[in-house]
């Protein structure tokens, strides 16, 4: 009875004494703060290993993907690591997919465990907890829960190494209530932690947003890389990344990085991935869903080609979050770690969508700005090559932009034209003629065109055609004016000289009309009339002699008529002569061929200057329209070689080339043409030959060198005389 008495004394004792360590813990814990909860667990953890003369005792962490335990302290009677446990070494599986009685399984429901030897207990009956306790020769061991309402955080592992032990129930209940002491305080210190990391990211992800506030397009790519730092060092990632996808979602492609100092080289594989190889990240692409793995076993079985990408990559817990803009993926935020079982909270997750969105309206910006930048270049690329003079200005005559031509136009810089005001210096004539038309223009009659005259720099008089665009705001109201123009000198000249030579064209066609009729005046009246005049005689005689009735009448009659009849036939040929030269009868009985032969024949007999002809075709098809205007374009081109060319030999050429074009070169070896009277206007000759083959749709090219002749080639389109 006394002994029994002392051991029930013993006991009550120690109960005290334990409850009094619990009360001390308790109120040490009470009011901890975070960064001291650490140290605080360890001293108690001790205390309560010499108090209960127990080998070991530690706390450890269950991981929210239930695949890893983590020792958060403990304290050892040898001062030995003892719980360093990969608990992926043992379990390659979530620790809720165990059986129902597995040693690993109980605490995570919520129930304590008390194995007084652990080599002879039945409960054990799994290789991987047999394993465990002979690797660390355990002889006894006691798991109590770490309960918060309706969770397990972990449990309080209690071993001892040299004997087995029985667990006494009122110690058991006792150790319970200081694993709820625990359990409160870890989960206060967990939410504190989560808080104030959370608090640390939000006002990160503040400090990120100025990063971007009022940011020039080339400097976004630094501040985001920056940022991605800033970001990475905050989260404790290995590597941070931005992706871009293509519009089809077939590819993503590496834009920016960031990868921690000491971290292991990136493969070269990661900077661009096809996506078609790795369906399910492509779904998730296209649905939006971030992808928070703590460890590769939480990838999905199904999911095998992306399992192996991770390994590749040497990620061991990593984050994915897609970036979207009006619905549209554009790419992801990518954040790695080389270790596992990293705590992705929802409300992180949330925090880093915000991230996501921050870097979605970065790029977007800075793609639209390099668009607007390249577009503005391309603009002031093709402005500044044109050769017309472009002025931009706002309604009150501001210059706001020229380019090379204007500035040469006016012979000023553009540092000197822009900001001036171009109604400050015009004439005040023109400077009222500009703003009626400004007042003219509307949103539906925005364009107007104008031919101004102006001063050049010189002073001498300019023609400018100028063409005037305004632009509107969504008021309707003028805000800017586009004037494009170039100088039309040359051309109004060109016109004026056109409209001249045209008159002197005609005129030359008037005097030569008039010369050629003086000129038959004269064949008939030196040729036809003298003969018609000597037949009037001889009628008038014959007439007389009738009247006088002399016997030997007859015999004067004989000599009249053989008189008349020679003035008939001299005067025949003279007509036939004439009609010729006014149109060859050859050219509508035999043809050109004939009637160009016919012209050779007759400048070698009129001229001496020996002819040699090459007509590659017996005869062409009568063309009625071209055979005129090829006759005529040859009779100019013999007559210019008789009159102005001192020529002793020509040579003509007729073929078809194998363009179907007919070819008439005339080539002489007289003086030669200049080049002043092949292009001097005044030459009727030679506009006449050009004006002829242009009715037809001819060319003429007159070529010559001095002393050595001209050549004159024309070139007549002509398919019909390809199919004949």
Not at 314 to 319: E, P, Q, T, Y
Not at 565 to 580: K, M, N, S
């Amino acid at each position: 009875e006394i002994a029994e008495r002392q051991q029930v004394q013993e006991h009550l004792q120690r109960q005290s004494e334990f409850e009094r360590l619990l009360a001390v813990t308790s109120t040490d814990f009470l009011n901890v703060r975070p960064d001291q909860c650490h140290d605080l667990i360890q001293r108690s953890l001790a205390s309560l290993q010499d108090f209960l003369s127990i080998d070991a005792i530690a706390i450890c962490e269950f991981s929210e993907d239930e695949l890893a335990i983590s020792l958060i302290s403990e304290s050892c009677r040898d001062g030995k690591p003892h719980f360093k446990v990969d608990f992926k070494a043992h379990v390659a599986r979530k620790i809720s997919e165990l059986p129902a009685r597995h040693y690993w399984k109980l605490p995570l429901k919520g129930k304590t465990i008390a194995l007084a030897d652990t080599q002879n207990e039945a409960f054990i009956d799994s290789s991987d907890e047999r394993a465990f306790f002979e690797s660390r020769q355990i002889k006894a061991s006691l798991q109590v829960p770490l309960r918060v309402e309706n969770s397990v955080l972990g449990f309080i592992a209690l071993h001892n190494l040299t004997n087995t032990l029985p667990w006494d129930p009122s110690l058991v209940a006792q150790i319970e209530l200081v694993a709820q002491v625990y359990a409160n305080t870890l989960y206060r210190k967990h939410t504190d932690d989560e808080i104030a990391r959370l608090q640390g990211f939000g006002v990160l992800i503040s400090k990120v947003s100025g990063n971007f506030v009022d940011l020039p397009a080339a400097e976004i790519g630094c501040a985001i890389e920056t940022s991605l730092r800033q970001l990475g060092e905050f989260i404790g990632a290995t590597r941070c990344s931005i992706y871009q996808v293509s519009e089809q979602l077939t590819s993503i492609q590496s834009v920016y990085k960031w990868i921690a100092p000491n971290a292991s080289p990136e493969i070269q594989e990661a900077n661009r991935l096809t996506l078609s190889y790795y369906p399910w990240f492509q779904q998730c692409y296209r649905e939006g869903t971030p992808i928070a793995m703590s460890s590769i076993y939480d990838i999905p079985s199904y999911a095998a080609p992306e399992r192996s990408l991770v390994s590749k990559l040497r990620a061991k817990s990593f984050l994915v979050m897609p970036m979207r803009l009006a619905g549209r993926p554009i790419g992801h935020v990518g954040f790695s770690m080389d270790t596992p079982n990293y705590p992705w909270s929802k409300d992180l997750i949330e925090q880093t969508r915000l991230v996501a969105e921050l870097f979605a309206n970065a790029l977007e910006r800075q793609r639209k700005e390099r668009d607007l930048a390249a577009s503005e270049m391309r603009y002031r690329t093709i402005v500044e090559d044109q050769t017309e003079w472009i002025l931009r200005w706002r309604p009150d005559g501001t210059r706001i932009f020229v380019n090379q031509s204007y500035c040469e136009r006016f012979g000023q810089s553009a540092n000197a034209l822009l900001g001036t005001n171009f109604l400050h210096e015009a004439r005040p004539e023109d400077r009222d003629r500009i703003q009626r038309q400004i007042k003219a223009l509307t949103p539906e009659h925005s364009v107007t065109t104008a031919l101004h005259e102006g001063r050049k720099l010189d002073g001498s008089t300019s023609w400018e055609h100028w063409t005037d665009r305004a632009f509107f705001d969504h008021n309707g109201r003028l805000i800017e004016i586009q004037s494009v123009a170039f100088d039309m000198t040359e051309q109004r000249l060109a016109e004026q000289r056109a409209v001249t030579l045209q008159r002197d064209f005609q005129q030359a066609l008037i005097d030569n009309q008039e010369a050629e009729r003086a000129r038959i005046a004269r064949e008939l009246h030196d040729e036809l009339g003298q003969s018609l005049t000597a037949l009037r005689m001889h009628t008038r005689a014959m007439q007389k002699r009738l009247e006088s009735n002399q016997p030997d009448i007859l015999a004067t009659f004989d000599t009249s008529l053989e008189g008349m009849i020679g003035l008939v036939d001299t005067t025949i040929p003279e007509v036939r002569r004439i009609c010729a030269e006014l149109r060859p009868s050859l050219l509508d009985n035999l043809g050109l061929v004939a009637a160009m032969e016919w012209q050779l024949d007759k400048l070698q007999q009129n001229t001496g200057i020996r002819c040699t002809k090459n007509f590659l075709m017996n005869e062409l098809p009568t063309h009625q329209k071209r055979d005129i205007a090829m006759f005529r374009i040859f009779q100019e081109l013999l007559t210019n070689v008789t009159r102005h060319a001192d020529a002793t030999e020509v040579w003509v050429t007729v073929h078809l080339n194998d363009a179907n074009q007919l070819i008439l070169e005339v080539r002489d070896n007289g003086c030669g043409v200049t080049k002043q009277d092949i292009e001097e206007t005044t030459h009727f000759g030679l506009l006449g030959i050009r004006e002829r083959a242009a009715s037809i749709g001819g060319t003429v090219e007159i070529t010559g060198t001095a002393h050595s002749g001209t050549t004159a080639i024309v070139t007549i389109d002509a398919p019909d005389l390809a199919k004949s």
